[in-house]
């Protein structure tokens, strides 16, 4: 396996989370945004659409998203289970980690991308280049703030997302959350079990890399 | 298990089709978007989101969102498995299905929610309003052109978008390609592989309901 990491950027940073918390270590090249060079040729050769995180398999497939790479590498590392082991649970576990992509991920990019000048014609990653839309940045405001309301929601009743054990869900959140600081957004102070949460998942290995 | 539906929209579609290729009888609800049922009290008792589509496992827990569902009924009811058996069919499954939602899902809704007079402060689903921006679907357009020429590719080499085997992301692909009609849009002609595999799947009988 050979893994493209940017350690700079928050979908990389997912992929590492899920990696460290199976345990694994695995040939990693890091790929500099900050200096283009996922959209150089020679990275487009590898991943055309100019994304990292990207997991070349064992089996010599290229995997571009992190909903990818995090099936391959449950399937074939089970131990610990990161996706759930019940039918229920399995469902709950890629339940949150797609609100927390929609609801929350989504949102903070938009109000970063579209606002920042280093993101000037950059307002979404890949190929192509889009030119900013400064009201995603008003929208992605309101849309935070619900995400939040939804974590403290789930977490009042729930120490993890999915349920009692620590997930891919966990990992998705926790990066877009932590992410969320280059927006000058933080968790409202009041929302104590999402602070504690959070607090929780900062503490663990897999949340220094 | 308790299935809430919608025989308009897209989103719903993509549970119906997958519980239907697992030959799988679910009982059903119908949740009339076209009369704002899913705003209803009634409704956000079930599903505080204000979305379908939304299933009721048998151990009670409550699924919005389609990848939550998906995983559910895959695990639970194996064969004929959509997605995946080996890990590199996981991982190839969920990657596709992740393309599919975000570079074509996303601006195919986002170009039809930010211009027709029937989303008028309705431009994202769930319970808040958000005004229209008239630039997501310029974007939105530029994008979805993006998104054939990926499909395109993929299925020139491919019979399926995660290999040689019908899965989730035919699925997720196909509804949105298909909604993409009411945004007057449909695959390039000349995109012969592409159109060779939508034809493909139209004729399964998941596709009609």
Redesign the interface.
């Known amino acids: 396996m050979l893994f493209y990491d940017c350690s700079t950027a928050p979908n990389p940073r997912r992929a590492r989370m899920f990696i460290a918390e199976k345990g694994l270590t695995i040939e990693t090249r890091e790929v500099s945004i900050a200096k283009g060079e996922q959209l150089s040729d020679a990275f487009r050769a590898i991943n055309p659409?100019a994304t990292v995180p990207v997991?070349i398999?064992d089996?010599g497939?290229t995997?571009?998203?992190?909903?990818?790479?995090?099936?391959?590498?449950?399937?074939?590392f089970p131990e610990p289970p990161l996706?759930?082991r019940?039918?229920?649970e399995?469902?709950?576990?890629?339940?949150?980690?797609?609100?927390a992509e929609h609801k929350g991920g989504l949102p903070i990019a938009e109000t970063l991308r579209n606002t920042h000048p280093a993101f000037t014609d950059r307002a979404?990653p890949?190929?192509?280049n889009?030119?900013q839309?400064p009201?995603?940045a008003q929208?992605g405001t309101?849309?935070i703030a619900?995400f939040f309301d939804?974590l403290e929601t789930r977490l009042t009743d729930s120490p993890y997302l999915a349920g009692d054990e620590f997930t891919l869900a966990d990992i998705t959140a926790f990066v877009f959350v932590d992410f969320a600081r280059v927006i000058k957004t933080r968790i409202p102070q009041e929302n104590s079990a999402t602070v504690a949460w959070y607090e929780k998942i900062g503490a663990r290995p897999s949340a220094q890399l």
């Open positions: 659409n997991m398999t089996e497939t995997l571009t998203e992190n909903l990818g790479i995090a099936a391959y590498l449950d399937a074939r996706m759930g019940t039918p229920d399995r469902g709950r576990v890629l339940m949150w980690h797609s609100i979404l890949g190929v192509e889009h030119a839309i009201e995603l929208r309101k849309r619900h939804l």
